[in-house]
Structures are given as structure tokens and as C-alpha cells.
């Protein structure tokens, strides 16, 4: 602890006359503050004597003088940085960070609230580590400016080279080379920036001849040509596509030589597409939606749609699942997994069968009824494969067998990107790792639910009005009240735990990595749970605070007039005021204001009394006379969100059962994916919401 210095009086200078500039000081960190004014210094500076509370300390900057006598009355301990405090302040360069032990920059000093106290952070950090971080953030900013560009000879040459492909031009074609790919892009001679035409190859060690890929080829073409064209003029067109069709090249390009990853991703593809194909024979009275909701895997693509690679559906929203069209909608109602490669561990088999022969088999574990039972893939195991030379007696050396089944070992993974991103409780996200670990949880990343749906509730409030945080959302339902057609039915929304906690905590899944197929079908399930229930907890916030443009006046006529009856000035305070409250649910003639038209509703969700399961528990007030006849005051409806998004119905109370029965319910909440929608149908099959 550093001794207390002995207090000097200001009305007792040193005759030491006063500096022009600091003084030099033998701690480090000094130099940036020597050309600085002594005002630099805050008078405002508490040495630990101080702030043990000793009141025969007299603060400078409680004098009202302004003349520089501030600057003699600044102790020597001071001026001399003997004080910790003035020696942190000291030590604090022209860049605002205070310099580490080693002399670099603050990088691991954070600031924390309250009282923003200054500490090490838990983790050391490397500056330099943190210095090619920004680089790089600095390096992806600059490929999106590229890519933002229209599409131009220099444009797509500079988005090939920032991607580590090598570039060279020869007359009007550009050539885009890497280890196995190579893409030639043919420039027109007369309109220089028009594409005429584009080849994708692949180099395989094996073949003479590069190999033509025909749909890649046709979709880079499609990324680079303009696709309107107005009066004979192709419009602007941006490079973004390409550059991520170029990114995904050159991911594969760079692992392995480049084509394992190609063919790895081509057998991942065959095996995906046998169970679509088995699934659609199996279940030929499904739909496309029903069957990409209820299959193993989903509806699995290659090359389509303007993206290069391997993409799988896996869930499709309720409202999609109404519309017969071949391709359902994208946006939150269509929910994508696509595949890469990363470099490195868990390794890899290659192999061109990852599913037998038989395709399906009948899921033992299945429970009730049979429509619900999804069938499961017959997975191979690409390991075993290595014991069929012995199998067969092959006469082949040992040596020479174990060659060659190692050189089918890659040192890759499989990995998919997921959109939408799917949040999953943090107790539920530990059971994606069960069999490898699909991803690292990073327990910054962790965020609560109703954070999740205040940010989004901000986001949909008309103006973009941003509110921190609510204890209920208000939301206008797109239903007409009775009797009044111009008027939308309000509610009102709050989120609990069944726990009683504080939050609930969930973590944002948004990639998985795996070296086996079924690791990635294990997860499906889950995907689709979740997927499930936070499109019904969005529900809860969608459309936001929203009246008719008509109904604004009329709102504005009803609140009273502020008037001050007294002719003193007002007291104003932080403290809410009871009668403001008060005056603002009852009118000034006693009668309650428009808030008895928001129904109240509180949703409960619980992730932990069954891991396999989520229960949302939803209760609503009756409003209305014929609420007053009956013995219970609220609508009760415990639903369960169980793995592949299907849905159990636990308990309604309130209701007669012949009035909902669970099959209506379910069918609805399907249909909808609105907690809101539904909880009206059940007030008005009765007639209760008057």
C-alpha cells in the first residue's frame, strides 16, 4: 500500500516558481503527456488517502479561482506522479490506452461496469494477435467493397486475387487459377466489362484433361451476366454472389489439394439424395414441404440457385407449408443448412458410400403414431470399410493395404453454416455434442430470450424507435374487434421461465462441423424443435405497436389535457409520480381508458424438466360478461415442442374440450406459428372476448 503523502496547504506555496511545461518523471509512459498543458491533469485526482475518507485534504477543484494558482497548489507527490492514481493517469499514451508491462498498447485492459473500473481482462491477450485480427477485419471490409462494385474486368480480377487465386490476362480473358480449380472468364473486345461466356475446370491428378463442371459453370455465368435489361442496356449488377461462389472455391482449393474436398462434397450429396429419392417413394402422399419437415435429412440441392455447393433444407415455416409451389419461400420461413470443408481435426474417410444399399430402415425407438414415425438412414461406416481386404483374403502385402486405406484418410471435416440461426437453450446445446463435438460454445456468445425478442421488437416498432428493454410487448393482432371493424385486437406479451429464473439463457447455433453424415442427421431433429419454438416465441413480438393511420387522432382526443391549476412552477423528478399512473389507466370520469382492450397474455417455456421436450404454458384472462358466470378467470394451454418440430397438447383449462379439441389446436398452431392467432380462436369459440 502506498504511504499517504503529508498534506501541503494552499495557502502555503513552495516558492519553487511555476513550471512551463510537466516535469520530466522516471516512470514510463510520460512522454506522451510532456507537450500537454498542465491542465491535462484533472484536478478532480483522489490519492488513496482520500478515498479512505480524510477530510484534511482540501481539493483543488473546489476553489472557485480560475488564476493559475492552481498550478503551484498541485502537490510535489503529485507533480512527481508518487500518487497511483496520478501515475495511471500519467501513464495513459496520446492513444487513450494504458500501456501493458511489456510497453505494448492496452489492449488487455477492458473497462467494466459500474464505476468503470480499469482491470486486466481475465484472458491475456497478445496485442500483436489483436493487430492481424483488425487486419483482417480491415481485409474483409475491403472484399465487401469490391464485391459491392458492379461487375467490371478489374472488379472481378480484384475479387479473384483477394481470394489467393492467381490472375493473368490474355487479350479479353481473364484467367482465374488455383491448385485444382481454374476459371476463365471471356471479356467482350467492343463493350469491355460484358461477359460473354465463362469455364469452370477442375485439374484432377488422374485425368489427362481438365474436367468441365457444367453447373458450376452455368452459375458463375449467371453470377457475372446482367440479369435485366432495359431499352437494350444490361443494368448494374454487383459482384456479391460471385465473390462468395469465389470464397467457397477457394475454401475447397486449398484443402487437400482441392479435389477430395470436390469429391467428398459430391458423395455427401449422392447420399442425401438417396434418402430424398427412398423418402419419396416410402411416402408418396406427402407434399414437398411434409416431407422436407418430416424426412431424415431434407431436401438436399448441388449448384442451384446462383450458389456453388451443397445446400439442404431441413424446415420450412407453417405458413410455407400451406402453398403447394415446388420451391417454398426463403426469409425465417425457410430454414438452410450449406456445406464446406475446414482443414484439420476430426479426420475425414473418403469414400463414395455413406448409405447401404437398403437406403432406409424402420426406426425402432419410434413412439405413437405411425404418421409421426420418421424412418432412419442405414448408415456405412467408413472405418469398417478397412477390413474388407482382409475379408476378402486379398494377397495383397500388409504394407501396401495400409497405405492405401490411409491415403483416404483426409485431414478435413465437413461442416454447414446454418440460416436462419437457430438459438438453443444452453442445457439442450450440450446434447449436439454428444457423439463429436459439433461446435465450441463460447460463453460470450450466450444470450437471454427476451433479449432476443426485445431486439427484434425494436426492430419492427414503425419510425425504428429503439426501447432498451420492456417488461411487456405490445402487439396489434391482424384481426378485427367485434363490432368494430376498423379496430385490430391488442395484447399484450411477457416471457418467464417455469423455473422462476431471471433469464433464459440460450446459445446462437449458426455452424456445425462433423466428419459423418449421421452426426449431421442426429442433429436434424433438434434443428427443427427449436427452429419450431422460436417461431412461435417471435410471434409474440411480430407487427409491433401498430393502430390504423385512422384510429391516431381519435387516440390523441381521448388522453386529457395537462393543465397546471396552481401558479407555482412544477417539481420535477426521476421518481413516477402515482397519480400520472394512475390518470393514465383511469379517465378523468372514473371509466378505464382504451388498456382494457389489450388482453394480457403470459407465456411460460420450460427447457429443463425434459431435455427431449420444450413446454410453452400460455394463459390469457377471460374479459367480457360471460367471464363473470364462470369459475375459473383464465384461459390455461400447456403445449410440448417435442424433436422434429411436433407438437403435443398437455392441458386446456377454461375450455370445454368439445369446444378446442387437441387436434384443432395442433392443426392451427401449425398453420399459424402464432401463439397470438391461436389464443383468440380460443376465446371466441365461446364468445368470451367481447
Known sequence: MATTPRSQAISTPKPHPTPSRLMASPRPGTSGNASRPLAYKSPAVKTPASAQGHGHHVSVSSQPSSTPLAAVAIHDELLALNSPAAALMASIGPTGLTPLPSGADGLGITTNLPGNSVRPSATSVNPEMERLHRLQLVADTLKSRVSGYGVTREGVERTAQLHGFDTAWDDDNLTIAGIAVELEVMFDSIDRDHVKDVSLKLNAPDSEE?????????????????????????????????????????????IEGGVPCFQAINSLYNAFQKIWTAEKERFNGRSVQQRLRRGAIGRPALDQEQRLGLSVDYWVG????????????????????????????????????????RVLIENIQAEGDA?????????????????????????????????????NVLNMHFA???????????????????????????????????????????ASKVGG????????????????????????RRHSYALH??????????????????????HFAAAIP?????????????????????????????????????????????????????????????????????????????????????????????????????????????????????????????????????????????????????????????????????
Not at 474388407?388 to 495383397?396: C, I, L, R, T, V
Not at 455434442?433 to 460454445?441: G, I, K, L, P, Y
Not at 446462437?508 to 462441423?513: A, D, F, G, K, M
Open 318 to 357: 407453417g405458413q410455407a407449408m400451406q402453398q403447394e409451389a415446388v420451391g417454398p419461400p426463403g426469409g425465417e420461413q425457410m430454414h438452410t443448412a450449406r456445406f464446406f470443408c475446414d482443414p484439420g481435426t476430426p479426420s475425414t474417410v473418403l469414400t463414395k458410400e455413406w448409405i447401404s444399399d
Open 526 to 690: 433438434i434443428l427443427r424443435q427449436y427452429a419450431l419454438v422460436w417461431s412461435l416465441l417471435r410471434s409474440l413480438v411480430n407487427y409491433g405497436e401498430i393502430e390504423p393511420s385512422h384510429q391516431l387522432p381519435t387516440a390523441r382526443q381521448k388522453q386529457p389535457p395537462v393543465t397546471n391549476k396552481s401558479g407555482r412552477p412544477s417539481k420535477r423528478s426521476n421518481a413516477k409520480v402515482i397519480g400520472v399512473t394512475l390518470d393514465t389507466i383511469v379517465g378523468t370520469n372514473g371509466s378505464k381508458t382504451d388498456n382494457d382492450d389489450v388482453l394480457p397474455v403470459d407465456v411460460s417455456l420450460d427447457v429443463f424438466s425434459d431435455i427431449s421436450k420444450a413446454r410453452l404454458d400460455v394463459f390469457a384472462p377471460f374479459q367480457g360478461k360471460p367471464a363473470t358466470s364462470r369459475q375459473g378467470a383464465f384461459l390455461f394451454l400447456s403445449v410440448n415442442i417435442c424433436r422434429d418440430g411436433i407438437i403435443e397438447v398437455n392441458d386446456l383449462k377454461g375450455l370445454h374440450p368439445s369446444v378446442a379439441s387437441s387436434d384443432q389446436i395442433v392443426r392451427i398452431l401449425t398453420a399459424t406459428e402464432d401463439i397470438g392467432l391461436l389464443v383468440e380462436w380460443l376465446l371466441e369459440r365461446t364468445h368470451i372476448r367481447g
Open 465 to 488: 424507435a429503439k426501447t432498451v428493454s420492456e417488461e411487456r410487448w405490445l402487439r396489434c393482432l391482424p384481426a378485427p374487434m367485434e363490432g368494430d371493424p376498423l379496430r385490430y
Open 210 to 254: 481438365p474436367q468441365l463442371l457444367e453447373q458450376g459453370t452455368d452459375i458463375l455465368k449467371q453470377n457475372l451476366e446482367p440479369s435485366i435489361t432495359v431499352k437494350g442496356i444490361p443494368q448494374w449488377k454487383g459482384l456479391d454472389t460471385f465473390q462468395s461462389n469465389l470464397q467457397y472455391l477457394s475454401q475447397l482449393d486449398r
Open 371 to 407: 404418421s409421426n414415425e420418421t424412418p432412419q438412414p442405414d448408415w456405412k461406416d467408413p472405418a469398417n470399410d478397412a477390413n474388407e481386404f482382409e475379408k476378402a483374403g486379398s494377397d495383397e502385402p500388409a504394407m501396401e493395404r495400409t497405405g492405401e486405406i490411409s491415403s
Open 416 to 458: 454447414c453454416s446454418l440460416s436462419p440461426t437457430v438459438y438453443v437453450p444452453i442445457n439442450v446445446a450440450a446434447t449436439l455434442n454428444v457423439e463429436m463435438a459439433m461446435f465450441e460454445m463460447n460463453q460470450e456468445l450466450a444470450i437471454t430470450s427476451q433479449m432476443i425478442l426485445q431486439e427484434h421488437f425494436n
Open 497 to 518: 421461465s417455469a423455473q422462476h429464473a431471471a433469464a433464459l439463457w440460450c446459445y446462437p447455433v449458426t455452424q456445425l462441423s462433423f466428419n459423418h453424415p449421421r
